[in-house]
């Protein structure tokens, strides 16, 4: 079965700052990778997925991730964060070698960046 | 511009009512989807449907009911066997690729009083 782990709840980092949100994965076959941004009472907005290739991704909002098969990880970055990024970030995976309909979400992380 | 509607946005029922939620998309997609969103847990996947006339359960589908009547139109139904319907719920589209993205509408959040 599919899974997908954010290991923090909550990540707080100075305007400015470098960020980080991590997620792991699990699945059985060749995994293709999502982000998500949420903002308060709204839908999902895509921001970059992996899908095969090189494994530093590139995406909307200069944000990044890094695809690491041996770590199952596939991280979101961010060189410099905005208060604007402020929001709510899930992480999902579809595995496509079982032929899987669904995305299995992440339980999310909140993102606080302090002005 | 295209995009998916959701209506309402917000929803208040008595126990015991069923209630119905909107989803339109115009972006020409084949497949749509409805999730519930709680607190902390992420997505759940409720129904999905490929193509017009054929839907598939997900994790959680008891007491939701859905049709797919045209490629457009996806509606969600909460019946009232649903335990603990308070929730949002969010609806998505995809194109039928094996990269497609879900593209999500806005939600709606239900409410049971």
């Known amino acids: 079965a599919q899974s997908v782990a954010q290991p923090e709840d909550q990540v707080n980092v100075a305007e400015g700052n470098p960020l980080t949100v991590k997620c792991t994965y699990s699945?059985?076959?060749?995994?293709?990778l999502f982000w998500y941004v949420q903002y308060p009472n709204r839908g999902l907005q895509f921001l970059l997925k992996y899908i095969t290739g090189d494994n530093l991704v590139k995406g909307s909002y200069g944000f990044e991730a890094e695809f690491n098969k041996s770590q199952t990880s596939f991280h979101l970055k961010k060189p410099s964060a905005l208060v604007s990024d402020s929001a709510l970030y899930f992480c999902?995976?579809?595995?496509?070698?079982?032929?899987?309909?669904?995305?299995?979400f992440g339980p999310g992380t909140r993102l606080s960046v302090l002005p | 511009d295209g995009g998916i509607t959701q209506s309402p946005k917000y929803l208040f029922r008595k126990e015991g009512q069923n209630v119905t939620l909107s989803c339109e998309q115009n972006l020409n997609h084949d497949a749509m989807y409805w999730y519930r969103q709680d607190p902390g847990q992420g997505l759940r996947l409720i129904y999905y449907s490929q193509i017009v006339n054929d839907f598939q359960k997900g994790d959680i589908a008891e007491g939701y009911s859905v049709s797919r009547e045209k490629k457009e139109s996806f509606p969600l139904t909460v019946t009232s066997a649903q335990k603990n319907p308070t929730a949002f719920y969010l609806c998505?589209?995809?194109?039928?690729?094996?990269?497609?993205?879900?593209?999500f509408g806005e939600g709606s959040r239900l409410t049971v009083l």
């Open positions: 999902a995976v579809r595995d496509l070698d079982n032929y899987g309909q669904n995305f299995v």
């Open positions: 699945v059985s076959g060749n995994p293709y």
């Open positions: 998505a589209s995809r194109r039928e690729t094996n990269t497609g993205e879900l593209f």
